[in-house]
Nanobody
Framework: QVQLVESGGGLVQAGASLRLSCKVSGGTNGRNAMGWFRQAPGKERQFVAALNTVSGETLYADSVKGRFTISRDNAGNTLFLQMNNLRPADTAVYYC?????????????????WGQGTHVTVSP
């Protein structure tokens, strides 16, 4: 069973940076598609970034492009989301996700495993 555990959230001021981490364990082969999503109160879960762990290709939501970077450590055990120049609109619970399959996906339904989420709050 794949387990994903996020960390690194917190309360920051606009313009600050945060680095989220997602520890991956269980039944992955290192080739699973990985992604980050977020969900603000009263809103649907929203795509943030995705990584093709085979090719290294990345994909970003327009709202975070140029500010956020998705990456993974060489061992393939930890997924990161570097968030720079944070805005109040980035306030949400951030979720790490993994697919059973390789590739790159932006849809919630393409992911099979989810972490418990980590809170990010950006004050004006």
């Amino acid at each position: 069973q794949v387990q994903l555990v996020e960390s690194g959230g917190g309360l920051v001021q606009a313009g600050a940076s945060l680095r989220l981490s997602c520890k991956v364990s269980g039944g992955t082969n290192g080739r699973n598609a990985m992604g980050w999503f977020r969900q603000a109160p009263g809103k649907e879960r929203q795509f943030v970034a995705a990584l093709n762990t085979v090719s290294g290709e990345t994909l970003y939501a327009d709202s975070v492009k140029g500010r956020f970077t998705i990456s993974r450590d060489n061992a393939g055990n930890t997924l990161f989301l570097q968030m720079n120049n944070l805005r109040p609109a980035d306030t949400a619970v951030y979720y790490c996700a993994a697919s059973r399959y390789s590739g790159i996906y932006f849809q919630v339904r393409s992911y099979n495993y989810w972490g418990q989420g980590t809170h990010v709050t950006v004050s004006p």
